[in-house]
Structure formats: structure tokens, C-alpha cells
């Protein structure tokens, strides 16, 4: 790959998706939520940064996503952009953000575009978002769709289940995919997806396919980071592979750190200060006493 290998860190610009699609090239997103975190996926050379509402499961502990708030969402993609230089930046809108008007969702999405540094914004949904993301795209505003398992409709579907598996959810998905690539969308994530339904989607497209659950053969993976480096409680799903333990890690350190603390070995000398040579311990002690 030449136009995007982390040795070469042109910014990833929304087009140059369209160009690794068209020469096969997989490009790699990852969610971040803060700084640091910003700085070693986009440092480690990751083409997209999502700046997902998964946070409501992951750093939040709301249990799903429906309480993430467009400020969290805010916030996080202003530390994210403070912490990245290379990586598309693409926001969440988060549930509620989008669906009381399509004037108060242009205006979220300029927010999170304007004030938070945003290059793109992501919503769920197929068909019932075509005139909105037809309007957002009029506005300069560069759309990822999302179709397949949207964990916004978690009440509706009453779970998070694997999403086409009939031929007639399968024929659904497929045309809601044409519909929001005809809209404007300039990628589309399709989650928790019979792999096989992924890849057609992904051949009849030209716009990328991001693919979570979905199988090797969308244009793109994305992940959630805690996902992949073990940062997360529970039970896992199938298509998640964890590359780290950092719980562990995590704990491990903690565990140290309070030993050293209750054997009085934290902190040595080279740890603290001492006074400067010339302030005499003698007289600072008969003036405290
Ligand atoms: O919120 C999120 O992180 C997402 C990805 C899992 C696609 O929507």
C-alpha cells in the first residue's frame, strides 16, 4: 500500500478511501476517547479514528448506548483531534443527536465539525436516513452510514443479535446500502453482518464497507480499542480477537505500587525532594516546635 502506510503519514483525507478501495488496499479503524489514547492509535498508524458512542459501554459503564450525550461525544473529539495528526477523525452522532429534525442534526454535526475538529460524522440507520444524509452531504458534511446490528435501536430489536439472515433482511440491508451510498455516504459500517452478505454488499458498493462483525472481506476493520487490548468486562463477542490483557497490566501495576506503598519502599529518595544545602533542618525544626 503507498498512499497510506504508516511510513508515509500523508493524512488521511475522506477520498482516500475511495483510492485504497479501488486498488484493495484494507485500511484499519480504531475507537479513542482521549488523548493518549488518540496518540498511540493514530502514532501506531491506524487510518480512522471513531470516536464512537461505544463509549457509553466502554468508558462510561451506561451499559449501552443510548445515554451518551453530543457533549461527551464533543469532548472526546476534541481530545482525540488534539491527539492525532494523521488518522480521519470521524464523530458519532450520538442517539438523539439526529432524530427530531434534520435542521438539529446539520447543526450537531457542525458542532461536532466546527468545535470538536471532526473531518466526518457517523449515524445508525438505512433507508429513514437517506433525505438526511442527503442533506448533510449538502452541507459539506462527510457521512458514514451505519447499517446491520445499530446499537441505537437496542429497545427495538430487543438485543444485539447477527443482523440479514433471512434472504428478505439480507435483500433489505443490500438496498439500504445503495440507498445511503446514492444519499452520499462516503463509507458505511456494517455490523454484525452474515460475512457472506458483507462481501456482496462490499463487491456491489463502490463506497468502503467498515466491517464489525461482518468478515475479512469489507474494505475496512474497525474495532473497539478496549476491545482489542483487553480493557473491558464481560464476555466478549465471537468476532472480537483481544491482542493485550491491559486489565492485567493495569492491575498488576496497582498491586505493586500498593506493596511498596504498605512496605514503606515507595517512594525512595530519588522519588521525593530534599531541602537545598543551605536551609539549616536544626533551626526549621526549633521554629515548627
Ligand atoms: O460506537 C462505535 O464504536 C461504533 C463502532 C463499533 C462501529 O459504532
Same mark, same amino acid.
Given at each position: 500500500m503507498a498512499y497510506l502506510k504508516p511510513d508515509k503519514p500523508e493524512k488521511v483525507y475522506v477520498p482516500a478511501l475511495r483510492a485504497a478501495k479501488e486498488k484493495g488496499e484494507k485500511l484499519a479503524c480504531l475507537t479513542a476517547y482521549d488523548y493518549p489514547t488518540a496518540r498511540i492509535v493514530d502514532e501506531a498508524g491506524v487510518d480512522i479514528i471513531l470516536i464512537g458512542d461505544s463509549m457509553g459501554n466502554v468508558?462510561? =459503564? *451506561? #451499559?449501552? &448506548?443510548?445515554?451518551?450525550t453530543l457533549d461527551e461525544i464533543l469532548s472526546a473529539v476534541k481530545a482525540v483531534k488534539r491527539g492525532s495528526n494523521r488518522a480521519l477523525i470521524v464523530a458519532d452522532m450520538p442517539y #438523539?443527536? *439526529?432524530? &427530531?429534525g434534520d435542521n438539529e442534526a446539520v447543526s450537531n454535526a457542525l458542532k461536532l465539525m466546527?468545535? =470538536? #475538529?471532526?473531518?466526518a460524522v457517523k449515524l445508525e440507520g438505512g433507508r429513514n436516513r437517506v433525505d438526511l444524509v442527503k442533506r448533510l452531504v449538502d452541507e459539506e458534511i462527510p457521512v458514514m452510514a451505519h447499517v446491520g446490528l445499530t446499537p441505537q435501536s437496542v429497545h427495538k430489536l430487543g438485543g444485539y443479535r447477527v443482523q440479514g439472515k433471512t434472504a428478505e433482511a439480507a435483500q433489505i440491508l443490500i438496498e439500504d446500502a445503495k440507498m445511503l451510498e446514492e444519499a452520499g455516504a462516503f463509507a458505511i459500517v456494517l455490523e454484525l453482518v452474515p460475512r457472506e452478505v458483507a462481501a456482496l454488499v462490499t463487491q456491489e458498493l463502490k463506497i468502503s464497507t467498515v466491517g464489525i462483525g461482518a468478515g475479512s472481506e469489507c474494505d475496512i476493520q474497525v474495532l473497539v480499542l478496549h476491545d482489542l487490548i483487553g480493557f473491558t468486562f464481560g464476555r466478549q463477542p465471537r468476532f472480537v480477537r483481544q491482542y493485550a490483557n491491559v486489565s492485567q497490566v493495569i492491575t498488576e501495576a496497582i498491586t505493586n505500587w500498593m506493596e511498596d506503598v504498605r512496605g514503606g519502599k515507595y517512594p525512595n529518595e530519588n522519588e521525593s525532594y530534599g531541602l537545598p544545602e543551605d536551609v539549616d533542618l536544626e533551626k526549621l525544626k526549633a521554629i515548627i516546635r
Open positions: 468508558i462510561h =459503564g *451506561y #451499559g449501552n &448506548t443510548i445515554p451518551v #438523539g443527536s *439526529y432524530h &427530531t466546527k468545535d =470538536g #475538529g471532526a473531518e
